[in-house]
Protein backbone atom coordinates (compact mmCIF):
# COMPACT_ATOMS: atom_id res chain seq x y z
CA UNK A 1 0.00 0.00 0.00
CA UNK A 2 1.33 3.25 -0.96
CA UNK A 3 1.53 5.84 1.78
CA UNK A 4 0.14 9.42 0.90
CA UNK A 5 2.27 11.85 -1.19
CA UNK A 6 4.63 8.55 -1.96
CA UNK A 7 6.26 8.92 -5.19
CA UNK A 8 5.51 5.56 -6.16
CA UNK A 9 1.40 6.92 -6.11
CA UNK A 10 0.43 7.41 -9.77
CA UNK A 11 -2.17 10.12 -10.47
CA UNK A 12 -4.46 9.50 -13.28
CA UNK A 13 -5.60 12.44 -15.02
CA UNK A 14 -8.95 13.69 -13.99
CA UNK A 15 -11.84 15.15 -15.92
CA UNK A 16 -15.02 17.37 -14.06
CA UNK A 17 -18.33 16.24 -14.50
CA UNK A 18 -20.88 18.64 -13.61
CA UNK A 19 -23.99 17.29 -11.68
CA UNK A 20 -26.92 18.36 -9.66
CA UNK A 21 -26.92 16.15 -6.39
CA UNK A 22 -29.64 16.05 -4.21
CA UNK A 23 -28.74 14.62 -0.54
CA UNK A 24 -31.13 12.62 1.59
CA UNK A 25 -32.18 15.76 3.80
CA UNK A 26 -33.46 17.22 0.92
CA UNK A 27 -30.20 19.50 0.10
CA UNK A 28 -29.67 20.74 -3.84
CA UNK A 29 -26.03 20.58 -4.02
CA UNK A 30 -24.52 21.81 -7.88
CA UNK A 31 -20.94 20.74 -8.48
CA UNK A 32 -18.53 18.39 -10.27
CA UNK A 33 -17.51 15.13 -9.70
CA UNK A 34 -13.76 13.84 -10.56
CA UNK A 35 -13.95 10.89 -13.11
CA UNK A 36 -11.43 9.94 -15.16
CA UNK A 37 -12.13 10.18 -19.26
CA UNK A 38 -13.14 6.49 -19.78
CA UNK A 39 -15.87 7.05 -16.92
CA UNK A 40 -19.45 8.27 -16.32
CA UNK A 41 -20.86 9.49 -13.30
CA UNK A 42 -22.64 6.13 -13.37
CA UNK A 43 -19.23 4.13 -12.96
CA UNK A 44 -18.62 6.60 -10.42
CA UNK A 45 -21.42 5.84 -8.03
CA UNK A 46 -21.16 2.05 -8.54
CA UNK A 47 -17.57 1.50 -7.94
CA UNK A 48 -16.36 -0.21 -4.75
CA UNK A 49 -15.48 3.20 -3.25
CA UNK A 50 -17.69 4.55 -0.35
CA UNK A 51 -16.73 8.12 -0.59
CA UNK A 52 -15.49 10.52 -3.44
CA UNK A 53 -14.32 13.84 -3.94
CA UNK A 54 -17.13 16.51 -5.03
CA UNK A 55 -16.48 19.93 -6.01
CA UNK A 56 -18.65 23.03 -4.93
CA UNK A 57 -19.92 25.60 -7.61
CA UNK A 58 -17.65 27.92 -5.64
CA UNK A 59 -14.57 25.56 -6.10
CA UNK A 60 -14.70 23.72 -2.02
CA UNK A 61 -14.15 20.36 -1.94
CA UNK A 62 -15.79 17.62 -0.43
CA UNK A 63 -15.60 14.27 0.65
CA UNK A 64 -19.03 12.76 0.61
CA UNK A 65 -20.30 9.76 1.22
CA UNK A 66 -21.89 8.08 -1.43
CA UNK A 67 -25.12 6.37 1.20
CA UNK A 68 -25.60 10.44 1.92
CA UNK A 69 -26.81 10.96 -1.82
CA UNK A 70 -30.31 10.35 -2.75
CA UNK A 71 -30.46 11.61 -6.45
CA UNK A 72 -27.87 12.80 -9.10
CA UNK A 73 -28.62 14.97 -12.41
CA UNK A 74 -25.35 14.96 -14.90
CA UNK A 75 -25.69 18.70 -16.18
CA UNK A 76 -23.89 18.80 -19.82
CA UNK A 77 -20.51 16.82 -20.98
CA UNK A 78 -17.63 16.37 -18.54
CA UNK A 79 -15.13 18.88 -18.88
CA UNK A 80 -11.08 19.16 -18.27
CA UNK A 81 -10.34 19.68 -14.88
CA UNK A 82 -8.49 22.93 -14.84
CA UNK A 83 -6.33 21.83 -11.17
CA UNK A 84 -5.59 18.13 -10.56
CA UNK A 85 -8.23 16.29 -8.28
CA UNK A 86 -6.99 15.08 -5.11
CA UNK A 87 -4.75 12.09 -5.06
CA UNK A 88 -4.79 11.65 -1.69
CA UNK A 89 -8.16 9.54 -2.18
CA UNK A 90 -5.89 6.67 -3.99
CA UNK A 91 -7.81 7.10 -6.86
Not at 4 to 27: L, N, Q
Not at 46 to 73: M, Q, S, W
Not at 77 to 88: K, Q
Request: net charge negative.
Amino acid sequence: MALIGSPSTKSTPKIKAEVEMITHDGVLLKGKFFTVPSQRVLDVLNDECTFLPFETEDGDIYIVNKTFIARIRPLGNPMPSVREAPTWLGQ
